[in-house]
């Protein structure tokens, strides 16, 4: 392993210049992905500088009744949190489908927005990959790319992005605080993470910044939700497809739907054409596959992953059937 500088942050300005400080330098939370990539010497920071003494530990509820999650609300207070299960059982329903529950017990909320991508190929340094090497190649194409992306993928990268948390995230329309060395600004959580495009290398919309919080608004209502993950096993692995459903009903009529994809795309996927086609339709099995298709019009096979296609499509019906029966028993 290589040496690298250890500092600890005692406030969010002092961890960004610790950051601006070195041109190699990472911050570490709950360190589950970031010790690991250290020790494969995927990622090589020259710097680490511990943010957990950081005060972004609560979740609070605003005076509009938005929620405001701290960067360092580790999984396992947030999936259990009573406002969130209240308000947006999404995300505790997906935070729960993902990891173990030690894993999730050090898991921050700002880690799992930034965890990289499990591609093998990313994840050993023998092999070529334009993410972690830009220019370098990339052996998923014409390599064992079962596991790889369908959607938003490109001729440089078809790497799946893993989160769950971000899918529910996505679905719900959060919008995060970064703090940098010109203040802090917010931008949505759809802008937060890049299509790979010609520059792989360039996972977010992030400048020096480090996350503080991520706020939610407040719920459609009557709601429902479910999160469908379909995986090799039942319990700690990442999806292969999974679909996180959000539905507000009159009688049985949809009044807004909300739909995003996880492990078949190359950031978490928010599906807007097919919401658009949900709204004021029956909420029956003939609108949640129209409202399928749609989300996977564009989705392109590689050599070994085209059951991903079917298999997100059984995801997002089962999770929007879900949602509804849900929202029913809600509103009863
Ligand atoms: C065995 C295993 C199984 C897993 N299974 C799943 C799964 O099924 N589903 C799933 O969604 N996830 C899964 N994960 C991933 C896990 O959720 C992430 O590793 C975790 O959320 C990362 O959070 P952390 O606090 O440990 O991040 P760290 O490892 O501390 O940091 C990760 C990255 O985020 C950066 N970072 C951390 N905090 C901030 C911040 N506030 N602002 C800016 N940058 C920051 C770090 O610099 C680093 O680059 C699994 C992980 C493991 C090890």
Redesign the pocket.
């Known amino acids: 392993m290589r040496t690298f500088a250890f500092a600890r942050a005692n406030s969010v300005a002092r961890a960004v210049e610790h950051r601006q400080a070195e041109l190699v ?13 250290v020790k494969l010497d995927v ?1 090589r ?1 020259s710097r ?2 511990d ?1 957990t003494p ?1 005060p ?1 530990t609560t979740v609070e509820r605003l005076p509009d009744d938005r929620l405001r999650i701290g ?2 609300v ?2 396992t207070d947030l999936a259990y949190h009573p406002d969130v299960l209240a308000d947006h059982p999404l995300l505790s329903q ?2 729960l ?4 529950t030690q ?2 017990n ?11 991508t ?1 591609c093998p190929y990313f994840r050993d340094a023998a092999a070529a990959c334009n993410k972690r090497e830009p220019g370098s190649g990339c052996d998923a194409l014409d390599g064992v790319n079962r596991m790889h992306a369908v959607l938003g993928a490109s001729s440089e990268c078809v790497a799946v992005h ?6 529910a995230l996505a679905a719900i329309g959060a919008t995060l605080t ?1 703090h940098g060395p010109n203040g802090e600004r917010e931008i949505d959580v759809a802008d937060f993470h890049r299509l790979p495009g010609t520059t792989p290398h360039l996972e977010h919309d ?1 400048d020096d ?4 919080a991520v706020t939610l608004a407040p719920p459609l209502m009557p709601l429902g939700t479910a999160y469908v ?1 379909l ?1 090799d096993r039942a319990s ?4 292969l497809a999974s679909a996180g459903a959000m539905l507000s009903l009159d009688e049985d009529l949809i009044g807004e739907a909300r739909l995003a994809l ?1 492990g078949v795309a190359t950031k978490p996927w928010r599906c807007r054409e097919a919401e658009a086609l949900l709204a004021g339709k029956r909420a029956d099995t003939a609108a949640f596959e129209a409202a399928a298709d749609l989300a996977l019009a564009d989705a392109r096979p590689l050599t070994h992953n085209a059951f991903k296609i079917p298999l997100a499509r059984q995801a997002i019906v089962r999770a929007l059937r879900d949602a509804a029966r849900r929202a029913r028993e809600d509103d009863a």
């Not at 990472?26 to 990539?37: M, Q, Y």
């Not at 050090?106 to 990289?116: E, H, V």
């Not at 910044?209 to 503080?212: A, C, D, K, W």
């Open positions: 330098s990472a911050f570490v939370a709950g360190g589950t992905t970031l010790l690991d990539l990622m920071p680490v500088i943010i950081l972004l960067a360092l580790t999984n997906a935070i489908a993902g990891a173990s894993v999730r050090m898991a921050t909320t700002g880690g799992n927005l930034m965890q990289r499990r893993p989160s769950d948390m971000c899918v970064l992030l910044e480090l996350i503080v993950k995986r700690f692995e990442f999806a996880g």
